[in-house]
């Protein structure tokens, strides 16, 4: 069979981090402000991935966390985990811009848990290293690369222990005009030596890897460009069980987000040397590749917990979501008034994936209140949505979308039917970016409706685009609506 082709995942899983265990790998992401947070992925390939667990449920609960009185933590929460394996235990440690910490979980058990939390000062993209004499470090920073010392067990700041810039200007390397300083760390150490990965944005150019290296942590430390190549970059090294080296990086794709490259890599006079000839093959060498597993058709036929595919926008509301209450559907009920999508709790995603891909839902309609809309979204800044509306004794199918900043509805027909089918289907095929809207009343037969959203990456929510369901009220709180299915497709 065929190896597999980079990107090896075409969804958003920016930022990993990966570490392998035996012969199996482990991958962390970063989810933001969605929950249950900071996925953990296995794979046995390095190319074939699946979510097993999450580091935490809701990591507090702030008004930022909880789309509560106005705020949000949109493009925040959990950013750029480390993965690291020391001695039977398991670490994630990660930042959160809206907490203002650095959290450490700690776990003997990876893929069920549980997970102890201790709490650190917020750094900036740290990577955790377990050094040969015992002692724990974290390698953090944007432009000045800095280095903290941690007590052995991982749980706080060692007592006047090494706190200090050990790359002052890490971005050099790459030019003096750059526009994003060098951040993103991952740092190894490798027969003796240290290796710190790091990215940079030199000015008119593209996102760029760095290595620099040091016999001594505290250096003196040397860099160069590793890879320029499509953007792709930010990651660390891994090895196979027979001596391979791999990196794993990403490529900012436009609207279906971060995406994940396998890079071979090979060892030149004691430096890393990623791709063949500077560019990264489309053939990763290793595979074959099989049917993407972080994504998941679901047919609610089962108690809670959700399936691992599915992600909460913000915490959610407990009390105004249910499996249970209608077997075999997901109920959504609204708790609040919302004032559009944006604000609306519990609604509930999962990733866009490409080259192409579609979603099919079919909601019952009657448990909806005047003011009520539901259904089936593209979920950025900029979303799109094809759902039935509530006004007053009626009920209509509608398309609204706010590619402007601002929802606007650019279709709405009358609807007598109490179960809808809405389809959205996404080409990111070439960057396109092309959502487009169906509804239909018998499942089988589908209406195109309103426009097709040409979708765009934002940096306020810093996220690829999401399929979501959802259920949110304007008028009257107490309403809900009936997810059947969910079903997804790769065209």
Not at 377 to 396: L, N, T
Request: charged share 20%; proline share 5%.
């Amino acid at each position: 069979m065929a190896n597999a082709q980079n990107p090896i995942i075409w969804a958003d899983v920016p930022d990993p981090s990966v570490i392998r265990v035996g012969s199996t790998y482990y991958m962390t992401s970063t989810t933001m402000h969605m929950n249950p947070g900071v996925p953990v992925m296995k794979s046995q390939d390095l190319v074939n991935w699946e979510i097993v667990n999450y580091v935490y449920d809701v990591l507090g609960k702030r008004d930022e966390q909880c789309l509560e009185n106005g705020r949000n933590e949109y493009g925040k929460g959990s950013w750029a985990s480390s993965l690291r394996y020391h001695r039977g235990t398991y670490y994630v440690v990660f930042s959160s811009q809206t907490e203002q910490k650095t959290f450490v979980f700690q776990t003997r058990d990876i893929e069920r848990g549980p997970w102890k939390k201790h709490t650190l000062p917020f750094l900036h993209d740290m990577s955790l290293l377990f050094d040969d004499d015992g002692k724990v470090f974290l390698v953090h920073g944007s432009g000045e690369i800095g280095l903290l010392e941690l007590t052995p067990d991982c749980t706080a700041v060692q007592p006047g222990g090494l706190n200090q810039v050990i790359i002052p200007n890490s971005s050099a390397v790459a030019g003096e005009d750059i526009a994003l300083p060098a951040e993103g760390a991952h740092i190894h150490k490798i027969n003796g030596m240290y290796y710190l990965f790091l990215i940079t944005w030199p000015r008119g150019g593209m996102r760029t890897q760095l290595c620099y290296r040091a016999r001594n942590i505290l250096g003196p430390w040397e860099g160069r460009v590793v890879l320029q190549d499509a953007g792709i970059a930010q990651g660390g090294l891994v090895d196979t069980p027979e001596g391979k080296w791999y990196a794993l990086l990403f490529g900012d794709r436009g609207a279906v987000g971060r995406i994940p490259y396998l890079v071979p890599v090979r060892w030149e006079d004691g430096w890393p040397v990623f791709g063949l000839q500077g560019r990264v093959p489309a053939d990763t060498g290793m595979g074959p590749s099989e049917e993407l597993k972080i994504v998941s058709s679901d047919e609610f036929d089962h108690g809670p917990p959700l399936g691992l595919a599915w992600q909460w926008n913000h915490n959610p509301d407990n009390a105004n979501w249910s499996l249970t209450d209608r077997p075999g559907y997901l109920r959504l009920r609204a708790g609040r008034i919302s004032r559009d999508l944006t604000e609306a709790r519990n609604t509930l995603t999962q990733r866009t994936f490409g080259p192409q891909c579609s979603a099919t839902v079919a909601v019952e309609t009657t448990g909806m209140r005047s003011g009520d809309c539901a259904g089936l979204a593209v979920f950025q800044k900029r979303y799109g949505f094809v759902g039935v509306k509530v006004c007053g004794a009626d009920r209509y199918v509608v398309m609204a979308e706010a590619s402007s900043g601002s929802c606007v509805e650019q279709a709405r027909i009358a609807a007598d039917h109490a179960r809808l089918y809405f389809q959205i289907r996404c080409d990111f095929r070439e960057q396109r970016d092309l959502a487009y809207f169906f509804y239909s009343t018998s499942g089988q037969e589908w209406i195109p409706l309103g426009s097709p959203l040409k979708m765009s990456y934002t940096l306020p929510h810093f996220m690829g685009y999401r399929f979501a369901l959802f259920h949110f009220a304007t008028e009257a709180v107490g309403g809900y609506a009936d997810f059947d299915f969910f079903r997804i497709s790769g065209s």
